[in-house]
Every structure is written in structure tokens, then in C-alpha cells.
């Protein structure tokens, strides 16, 4: 039995929105400091809510039942990680829902595996992009400081998260994806903490 909150998957979206706020930037508010509260929640949406629609575009794709829900117990775990200055953040309030229309065992393991693929690869994505940019930028006079903090944000978060995500371990999108391609599964993981050890040397400039 799937433990979910069937709300329209728009007002899920725009929920886990608010809580990925609160869970990186709940620091903030508390500081009244509203320009790096935006800035974090404008960075971590773009980090969960693509990966998440990644997944389900895949999915439909592969012409799949697939919508975004609310996990009443990944919503609160992530949400006592809201707690300021707790440094480890779980990231879990929803999933994408996802019924296949074959009973082939294979063939099911197989949309699993592409499924949980694409949703790493395009945190993975951004990232790379995200470096693209910040080494872009080095050579246009007068950038505005926030563009850069707002990058290397984006590249710490986004491969933190595909990091996260591709822990071999159910019912994380690693578990699906080595079960499918072992080899891919070992590309992506080297390099999401490839670029998660650069996401920390980027930091340091902040």
C-alpha cells in the first residue's frame, strides 16, 4: 500500500516548494534576511522539483501511469530537517508515483531503471551547466555577486542531491538504477561526487 496525500499535483509541487524553503532556509527567516531566503529556495527548487519531473516525464514516455504525490512520512522527516543549523538535510517529502501497464518482470525493471536514471542525471545536468556558467562568467566585467553565489549554490545542491539519490539503498533511485545498469549506475555515482568535491572547492568562494 502506498502511503500518499491525493492532492491535485500542482498544490503537491507547490507544498514540497514551501518546505524545501523552510528545510534550507528556515536560517534565514529567522535572520529576517528574505534575499537569501529567496535565493535558497529559488535554488533548491530548482534542484528537487525537475529531478522529480524528470522521473515523470520519463515515465509517461514509456507509457506509464506517473504523478507527483506528497509521502506523509518523507513530509515530516523532512520538515524536522527544517530545524535550523541541523546539518544533514533528508530530502523526501513526495515521489513520483509510477504504474506500469505490463506485468513483465523485465520489462518493469527495465522503466524502473530508466525512470530512476534520469532523475540524477539531470541534477547531475544542472550542475555541469551551473560550472559552465560560473566559468563563463569570469570573463564579463560587472556580474552581480548574488548570479555567482546563486551558481555555485546550484552546483553544490543539485550534485549533493544526485549524490543523495544514487545510494544503492531502496527505495532510492541508486537501488533501481544498479539493479538495471550496474555501469551507469557507477558513471553517474563517480561522477555526482566528482562534482560535489568541486561544489566544495566552488564554496569557498562564497
Known amino acids: 500500500?502506498?502511503?500518499?496525500?491525493?492532492l491535485d499535483e500542482k498544490i503537491s509541487i507547490l507544498i514540497t516548494i514551501i518546505?524545501?524553503?523552510?528545510?534550507?532556509?528556515?536560517?534565514?527567516?529567522?535572520?529576517?534576511?528574505?534575499?537569501?531566503?529567496?535565493?535558497t529556495t529559488i535554488v533548491s527548487s530548482i534542484a528537487?522539483?525537475?529531478?522529480?519531473?524528470?522521473?515523470?516525464?520519463?515515465?509517461?514516455?514509456?507509457?506509464?501511469?506517473s504523478r507527483y504525490v506528497l509521502d506523509p512520512f518523507g513530509l515530516v522527516l523532512t520538515l524536522i530537517?527544517?530545524?535550523?543549523?541541523?546539518?544533514?538535510?533528508?530530502?523526501?517529502?513526495?515521489?513520483v508515483l509510477v504504474f506500469s501497464t505490463t506485468f513483465d518482470p523485465v520489462y518493469s525493471?527495465?522503466?524502473?531503471?530508466?525512470?530512476?536514471?534520469?532523475?540524477?542525471?539531470?541534477?547531475?545536468?544542472?550542475?555541469?551547466?551551473?560550472?559552465?556558467l560560473l566559468t563563463l562568467i569570469k570573463y564579463i566585467n560587472n556580474i552581480h555577486f548574488i548570479i555567482i553565489v546563486f551558481l555555485i549554490l546550484a552546483v553544490r545542491l543539485n550534485s549533493w542531491i544526485a549524490f543523495f539519490n544514487l545510494i544503492p539503498i531502496p527505495p532510492l533511485d541508486g537501488s533501481k538504477v544498479i539493479n538495471w545498469k550496474p555501469h551507469l549506475w557507477i558513471i553517474l555515482f563517480v561522477i555526482s561526487i566528482i562534482l560535489w568535491i568541486l561544489s566544495i572547492r566552488l564554496n569557498e568562494l562564497i
Open 1 to 6: 500500500m502506498y502511503r500518499i496525500v491525493e
Open 19 to 39: 518546505v524545501l524553503s523552510l528545510v534550507f532556509g528556515s536560517r534565514y527567516l529567522i535572520t529576517i534576511d528574505l534575499i537569501n531566503f529567496t535565493l
Open 48 to 65: 528537487v522539483i525537475p529531478h522529480e519531473l524528470a522521473h515523470r516525464w520519463v515515465a509517461r514516455k514509456m507509457n506509464c501511469y
Open 81 to 95: 530537517t527544517a530545524i535550523p543549523y541541523i546539518p544533514f538535510k533528508i530530502i523526501m517529502p513526495g515521489y
Open 109 to 132: 525493471k527495465r522503466i524502473n531503471g530508466i525512470v530512476s536514471y534520469f532523475g540524477p542525471l539531470t541534477n547531475i545536468l544542472i550542475s555541469i551547466v551551473s560550472i559552465v
